[in-house]
């Protein structure tokens, strides 16, 4: 084998290493950001930062007043599902920043298991029990959370093709958000009531 070509193949290797604590490091700064993000409005209630908070927040959550905690009479920007999400990337950013490999590996088998959790309660929700409590939302995002970072991290830093599995999930999530997409919501205001 050539020196070149062993020189590049560590090149590469090392390359990997670095996208890796990248999209480690920046996931886990968004699941962060997120719960840090999702207290703002309690702390600094009817300021402007919390009103930011909510706006920011209000293009990736639904911020149903019911489906978000409230502490002392005030509403989280972020509901139940979502807050657990943030944790899950947190979390599953902070393992594969830190965990050996095997551990990392191992945890990897598990991902698309962890989502197919979160799409089922979503379904669930939507058809059968509207009404789940949030505990269980909480859970089930940060199942989802620890999922979908395990397979951003598998297919941006591994470069490994989704499974048939990842594939068919995102498609039927694509078509129920098309068909359950068009119904109402209100958004939260701050305070229930």
């Known amino acids: 084998m050539s020196r070149a070509s062993c020189n590049s193949r560590m ?9 890796a604590r990248v999209v480690n490091l920046v996931l886990f700064m968004a699941g962060v950001a997120g719960i840090v993000g999702a207290f703002v409005p309690l702390i600094a209630a009817d300021t402007d930062a919390a009103q930011a908070v909510r706006v920011l927040f209000s293009h990736s959550c639904h911020q149903i007043p019911n489906r978000c905690y409230t502490v002392n009479g005030l509403t989280m920007p972020v509901c139940a599902r979502c807050l657990g999400v943030y944790a899950g990337f947190a979390v599953a950013a902070f393992v594969a920043l830190t965990a050996r490999r095997r551990t990392h590996a191992l945890l990897n088998r598990y991902a698309a298991f962890l989502v197919c959790i979160l799409v089922l309660d ?11 409590p949030n505990a269980l939302r909480t859970a089930t995002g940060f199942a989802g959370g620890t999922g979908i970072a395990m397979i951003l991290n598998r297919t941006l830093v591994l470069r490994l093709p989704l ?3 990842g594939l068919r999930l995102s498609a039927v999530m694509g078509y129920l958000a098309a068909r359950l997409g068009d119904r109402p919501v209100s958004r939260c205001n701050g305070k229930n009531g």
């Open 11 to 19: 090149d590469r290797a090392l390359a990997r290493i670095g996208l």
């Open 122 to 132: 979503w379904v669930l929700a939507q058809i059968l029990f509207p009404s789940t």
């Open 163 to 165: 499974a048939p599995l």
